[in-house]
């Protein structure tokens, strides 16, 4: 069986991940990291786990096949790099780091040694945004996350929300992006709107965020030549056709980790290290995604 590490085991781990990890126990070994031994042993009794590290190099030491990253960006890149040059594939939350020399390092890395590295951008795996993904002959794609009221540092509100609506653009867009305009509104150094335009031949992607938007709504949509769709929160399909309008929710016995991707995800990057196969998450468009919240955070500085 082999052996799959988790370093970082707060509020995202254990709300996304370990409770898919916990139905895998029968097919991985898992080598849970922590210096934390109460929150090892509630892991324990919660989920069944068996083994815990208390170091990254004890976790190494174990030989593991791939590594789950869920630690603070910050400890990315210096995690990250040695995972890879021990030669362990690595998955990794988003942003892989904010600093984009990092990330075009750390992949440049990764292609080296002929490993994985995976940017945990679940939103590609959510089953709408699949279905958003299937229409042909896109023109317009809209991606949003709006906030009730929850005014955050600028760089900050970049790469841990607006990045989502950046790469649900990034790959609902089939066709290269030929030009880039971004726009930011802020206040005392805190975020208010976000926007990136992206153009191609034949379609264009806005991406929108909306700090202070008197509501809680992730909404992407795409406009065909034949149909329009529009997906809401992840979990509702909006169909719009001449003189018919369906509306489709994801099942009500689906796992709320399905419908927002992270368990789809997951098994997907489980599947690729074990049969050596494609990267669920391509590097060049995970880099992309960082470039494009990169640039525009680099507009703060003028």
């Known amino acids: ?59 190494i030491a174990e030989k593991p096949l791939a590594v789950f990253v869920h630690t603070p960006t910050a400890t990315h890149f210096a995690i990250i790099k040695q995972l890879l040059e021990n030669d362990i594939n690595v998955y990794v939350d988003k942003p892989v780091s ?37 229409i042909t002959d896109k023109r317009t794609i809209v991606s949003e996350k709006i906030r009730e009221h929850a005014l955050q540092p600028a760089q900050f509100a970049i790469f841990d929300l607006m990045i989502h609506s950046v790469d649900t653009a990034v790959y609902l867009m089939d066709e290269k992006i030929e030009q880039v305009d971004n726009f930011l509104v802020t206040n005392n150094n805190n975020l208010e709107q976000g926007y990136i335009t992206l153009t191609g031949k034949t379609s264009r992607a806005q991406v929108v965020t909306n700090m202070i938007g008197g509501s809680n709504l992730e909404l992407s949509t795409v406009q065909g030549t034949k149909t329009r769709q529009e997906v809401t929160n992840l979990n509702s399909l909006r169909t719009y056709q001449t003189q018919n309008i369906m509306q489709t929710a994801r099942p009500d016995w689906e796992n709320t980790l399905v419908t927002r991707g992270f368990d789809p995800i997951i098994k997907s990057f489980l599947k690729a290290v074990s ?18 919240c990169y640039d525009l955070a680099k507009t703060l500085e003028k």
């Not at 991940?17 to 509630?42: C, F, I």
Request: hydrophobic content about 35%; some cysteine; glycine content about 6%.
């Open 98 to 134: 904010e600093n984009l020399s990092e990330v075009e390092e750390l992949y440049h890395l990764a292609e080296e040694k002929q490993l994985l590295l995976t940017c945990g951008f679940n939103r590609r795996f959510a089953p709408f945004n699949q279905a958003l993904k299937q």
């Open 1 to 59: 069986m082999e052996k799959i590490g988790v370093i970082g085991l707060g509020n995202i781990a254990q709300k996304a991940y370990l409770p898919v990890m916990a139905t895998l126990q029968d097919q991985y070994e898992w080598h849970l990291t922590t210096r934390n031994k109460s929150k090892g042993k509630m892991l324990e009794n919660k989920y069944g786990f068996k083994y815990f590290h208390q170091t990254l190099d004890e976790l």
């Open 275 to 292: 049969e050596q196969g494609e990267n669920p998450v391509s590097p060049d468009s995970a880099i992309l995604s960082h470039k494009l």
